[in-house]
């Protein structure tokens, strides 16, 4: 086996900082290691799935062992202590770059495997507000890395990208820096004009990266769902708590929802989330002409919020 080390800064607090000095422990295709078989109807896997129903990754989890798999790249292999991952390169392809294999892991593995060692991660992007964080969730391809952008050309810091990590108390919703790079798929970034930011290696490009603060209160959510009726205006409603909380860990990363206390754990955190923050729905179509009202409506929105008790 062949070993990369992803080092990481020492300050990340909770779990992640020593998640994300795990050793990846890249298998040649001579070990004897045995993988899943990634099929939906397996009620030990879970598909992720983009906008459009398609897959991009499976997760499996046994109690004892948990696996990602990104087809194309490969699969990652993670236990309990979380001193190690075993990458599994894809069999009958191309061997990926050391670089992607290092990007996978950040992106979508390590919030999967922060999971399972009791951290709650939510799929979002977020903006630093005043003195808070704002985050807008949903599925892959919905726009939440556009809106990001969109709001920090307003002059809003970017929080996250893609990975949003919380805790939750009686008294407060925290969120906790996570190392990102904002990515801006080419629909947007031509858009925002910024062909010469394009990466050549992903259908992706990279809008900027922040330095990350100390943990910081979680404002509000807006729950991103792209319409596909041509007259669909931006329509924003605040969720019930209750709705709120379906609505939210719909967007969780997570295994599933039948890990005993590691479900319980995970329930009783989105519930202080959902009874402690606002939660909205916003809805439009499928068009970047309306992201200058989405922008309105969220600046409008977490002002309104701001004057609440």
Known sequence: MRFVRVEQPSFLPSSIGQMKSLKLTVASADDPIELPVWDDGNPAVRAQRNLDGSIWAYSYSDGTERWMHVPGIASFRFGSRGEEAVVVPEPGTTPVSRATIEDTYQRAVLPMALHAHGDEVIHASAVVMGDRVVAFSGRSQTGKSTVAYGLHRRGYRVWADDTLVFDA????????????????RAEAAEYFDLRELRRHDTSSWTALEQAQDEPAPLACIFLLEREARSSMQVETIQLTPAQALAGVIEHAYMFRLDEGERTRKMIRKYFLLATQVPVFRMRFRAALDQLPEMLDQAESIVREVATEP
């Open 169 to 184: 108390s009686a008294e407060s919703v925290q969120v906790i820096p996570y190392p990102h790079r904002l990515r801006i």
